[in-house]
């Protein structure tokens, strides 16, 4: 069964810096792009960023020129660096995979991970 693992998160004063990771786990033959949303309770999901197999990225507006997101193929795991935290970045932060294959041929158009819970406070 695939699955995508979060790591990481935790608590963090404004200024301060965390890093996610998210693996893909299982056995997959492609992954297209793997990223990260984020959201309060009762809040809509919010993209964060994206990165796909070939390198491109996608930033959300909050987050673009503090967060630098990046993907290992070999391990097939995503990282979200975040630096320059600020208080409105307090969220739970969930890992997206898209278009992955497993090698038997299943396709997953979106997979999400359980979450991270960031909090940044004084």
């Known amino acids: 069964q695939v699955q995508l693992v979060e790591s990481g998160g935790g608590l963090a004063q404004p200024g301060g810096s965390l890093r996610l990771s998210c693996v893909v786990s299982g056995r997959i033959r492609s992954v297209m792009g793997l990223g990260w949303h984020r959201q309060a309770p009762g809040g809509q999901r919010e993209m964060v960023a994206l990165?796909?197999?070939?390198?491109?990225?996608v930033y959300g507006d909050a987050v673009r020129d503090r967060f630098t997101v990046s993907m290992d193929n070999a391990k097939n795991t995503v990282y979200l660096q975040m630096d320059s935290l600020k208080v409105e970045d307090t969220d739970t932060y969930f890992c997206?995979?898209?278009?992955?294959?497993?090698?038997?041929?299943?396709?997953?158009?979106?997979?999400w991970g359980q979450g991270a819970l960031v909090t940044v406070a004084t």
């Open positions: 997206k995979g898209v278009d992955v294959v497993e090698t038997e041929g299943h396709e997953h158009r979106r997979l």
């Open positions: 990165i796909t197999d070939g390198g491109s990225t």
